[in-house]
């Protein structure tokens, strides 16, 4: 059984640039979520993601978009980089449906800025 | 004001104290998570709860619902418990609610 992963790692943009970031679910799992994390902040939620639909969004500009995939990937792309969304990007998969909602978080993608 | 509050922000501790980190919470959720995060930034969940108290080797979670208060405590810190442990809740919708986080230093 193969964990949650993101591509890539780290990642340089400059203003105004946009920016695809990518996540391989657990396998098994349906439902993938999305979080921004500033430095010394806790992760903010961004959206989630249910059987390749939007089931969710926090506060977040519409420049911030997200596509799931049959195979229960996930995209997040954002448009027009501002400062600001220099960030360590999470993605977390779950099964929904269970009784129980543990969430399994990749490593993380860390995006700056320039 | 955030949903999810922890304290301390910050703590350090000499090797082999018992720790405690605080959470409060303001929304309805359904379920309490403690999870670890390391400097790499990767996130590891260690206990999830809905009522009453979980025990994983020196880690111990409880939670109060009537009060909205959960509890982590370390006994026996040692300095590989060095990390920031955060407090987060879900709801049946299984999206997340987290707290800032509390960075913990352990020293030999």
């Known amino acids: 059984e193969t964990g949650v992963t993101q591509s890539p790692t780290h990642l340089i943009k400059t203003r105004g640039q946009q920016v695809t970031l990518r996540c391989s679910s657990q396998s098994g799992h349906n439902t993938v979520s999305w979080y921004q994390q500033a430095l010394g902040q806790g992760p903010q939620f961004i959206f989630q993601y249910y059987r390749e639909e939007e089931n969710g969004r926090g506060n977040f500009p519409p420049r911030f978009s997200g596509l799931q995939f049959p195979n229960y990937s996930s995209e997040l792309n954002v448009n027009a980089l501002e400062l600001d969304d220099s960030a360590l990007y999470l993605c977390a998969s779950s099964f929904a449906g269970g009784s129980y909602n543990e969430q399994f978080f990749g490593p993380g993608t860390r995006l700056t800025v320039l | 004001k955030n949903e999810v509050e922890q304290s301390p922000q910050n703590l350090t501790a000499q090797e082999g104290e018992f720790i405690t980190i605080n959470c409060s919470y303001s929304?309805?959720?359904?379920?309490l998570h403690w999870l670890q995060q390391h400097p790499g930034g990767g996130i590891v969940s260690l206990f999830m709860?809905?009522?009453g108290k979980k025990k994983h080797g020196r880690l111990i979670a409880t939670i109060n619902i009537q009060e909205k208060h959960s509890s982590l405590h370390i006994t026996a810190s040692h300095p590989r418990d060095s990390a920031v442990y955060i407090c987060a809740g879900s709801n049946t919708g299984n999206q997340f609610y987290f707290g800032t986080g509390t960075s913990l230093t352990v020293i030999p």
């Open positions: 929304v309805g959720i359904s379920a």
């Open positions: 709860l809905s009522s």
